[in-house]
């Protein structure tokens, strides 16, 4: 019996309201004859605002919060009515709900961008998949009230003119962003004024980087099936600001696919797994915005492996030597030969040792990467012989008994991740030291060597094809057949260390390459 009085009641209200629109103005429609908005009754009143919505001469779509939505924000900010009353910019506030145009429901598209009377900030729609309609983070309960000079729609939300982590966006020109962002409907996330976010926001160009990665465009980035999750991938639900961040921070996001790595190098770059932070620390309202050169992806990725899987002393030595970047990205696949534990502390042990002083090394990073091969190799595709690590040199696999890498065991071989493979081995590997150079020196010459503009090889005799060079996060940076002229331009490529490879019929040979 209830349901049926609280729908005719319903169905009263409604036909009131249209008859009503037919001879009255939006200020009458939003006072009578729905009980639910004394507390907008008041404030305009209060305000003087009043004779701007009854201007019979004016055209006007006005966005009309109810009671509980002005009860909802006086909880919010600790304090009632009569607080929400006195606020300093309540006319402000107000005129904010206003535009100065007659907006119907069916006018408004997804992203559209309104401005209203209050000069503050603009008003970001949403129309989502399901027909829903938001003003900003508050959603129209009721479309359409017509009157004589306009149109109400009824929010749950009062609408606040703070500047928000998507007016960064879309007054900074990351119109990538925010057009991913209008596309997954994740505006009434992110324009909520009384949140508090920590954006990682990539650049445009790191979005045609990603397309170009996955031999798409923008457009084919926009129709990913896990948009959302990838751009809420992006958002802390708590505001961290630079100084906050600490070498192997691990944030959770708004996404519960995957965690965020963070790195602080010694040279003070910043990283999000692999995503260089270009800048920091753009406050809004709601939230700081830090720029990346490269879009993270919440793919499950080696250092998923080591950090979920118990493998403490590996993540540990990871985050020291900063590789997180090397191994977070999920565009990069990777073979990682995974010590456990116990190798480290046998390790330690033979080195008259602990952890941490194994963590000290300075061939820490060195040790490392003499772990890791470019590529998916997984126990299957592994073959007796030599194979080349991104340290430069080479591992040697047995497949006599088992599957041996140098000494050391293959316990569980093929943890497939979205960027490669893990094997987890039962001792650390570790390189010859400063075997790289000495091995490689009798097969072929590099000069000069810290370069700067060009490369020459001296095979020196041998036999190879092809040379390519990686940077140490395993990245392919230069790809080209070795012709009779065998200098190379390295004009294009960044300052810092690099793996020199040479690739013939039958043989791999390595060397450190310094470019300056």
Same mark, same amino acid.
């Given at each position: ?238 505001? #961290? ?54 879009? #993270? ?15 403490? &002393? ?62 998916? #190799? ?113 004009? &294009? ?24």
């Amino acid at each position: 019996m209830k349901r049926i009085t609280f729908y005719a009641s319903a169905l009263f209200i409604s036909l009131s309201m249209s008859a009503q629109s037919q001879t009255t103005n939006v200020f009458d429609n939003i006072i009578a004859p729905s009980p639910d908005h004394t507390y907008l009754e008041a404030a305009l009143i209060q305000e003087g605002l009043e004779v701007v919505l009854q201007d019979g001469a004016a055209t006007l779509t006005v966005f009309a919060p109810t009671d509980q939505a002005f009860t909802d924000l006086a909880t919010a900010l600790g304090t009632d009515i009569t607080g929400i009353l006195a606020l300093p910019n309540l006319t402000d506030i107000l005129k904010y709900h206003v535009l100065g145009t007659v907006v119907p429901a069916s006018a408004v598209t997804n992203g559209l961008i309104a401005t209203p009377l209050s000069s503050t900030n603009t008003l970001k729609m949403t129309l989502t998949s399901t027909g829903g309609v938001f003003a900003n983070q508050a959603q129209v309960t009721t479309p359409d009230v017509n009157a004589t000079n306009g149109t109400v729609h009824i929010t749950n939300g009062v609408l606040l003119p703070n500047e928000t982590v998507v007016d960064i966006a879309i007054d900074n020109g990351f119109s990538s962003l925010a057009t991913a962002v209008i596309t997954a409907e994740l505006l009434p996330a992110l324009t909520d004024p009384l949140g508090t976010f920590t954006v990682f926001a990539p650049t445009n160009q790191a979005f045609d980087d990603l397309a170009t990665a996955l031999g798409t465009d923008i457009n084919g980035l926009l129709a990913l099936s896990n948009l959302a999750d990838i751009l809420t991938y992006h958002v802390l639900g708590s505001e #961290v600001p630079s100084s906050g961040v600490t070498n192997g921070l691990i944030a959770s996001p708004l996404s519960t696919t995957n965690t965020l790595k963070l790195t602080v190098k010694g040279t003070g770059e910043v990283f999000v797994n692999q995503a260089e932070v270009t800048a920091f620390d753009i406050t809004s309202e709601n939230g700081t915005v830090h720029v990346l050169d490269a879009v #993270v992806l919440p793919y499950e990725t080696s250092v998923d492996v080591a950090i979920d899987n118990g493998f403490t &002393s590996l993540a540990a030595a990871v985050i020291k030597a900063e590789l997180l970047p090397a191994l977070t990205n999920p565009l990069t696949e990777l073979t990682v030969f995974a010590p456990t534990n116990d190798a480290f502390d046998d390790l330690a042990v033979a080195l008259g040792t602990d952890l941490n002083g194994v963590l000290a090394s300075p061939e820490l990073t060195n040790i490392l990467l003499y772990h890791v091969v470019s590529g998916t #190799v997984t126990s299957g595709d592994l073959t007796n012989g030599a194979v080349p690590t991104l340290n430069g040199q080479t591992i040697n696999v047995d497949l006599t008994s088992g599957v041996l890498i140098n000494s050391s065991n293959v316990t569980t071989p093929d943890l497939i991740v979205d960027n490669g493979v893990v094997h987890v081995i039962d001792a650390v590997l570790v390189p010859a030291v400063a075997g790289l150079d000495q091995g490689s020196i009798e097969e072929f010459r590099v000069y000069p060597n810290p370069a700067n503009d060009n490369i020459t090889i001296d095979m020196l005799g041998n036999t190879f094809q092809e040379v390519m060079v990686h940077d140490l996060n395993g990245r392919l940076v230069l790809q080209s057949a070795i012709s009779n002229n065998k200098s190379f331009d390295i004009t &294009s490529i960044k300052n810092g260390t690099y793996i020199l490879t040479l690739v013939g019929n039958d043989q791999i040979s390595t060397q450190k390459l310094q470019i300056l």
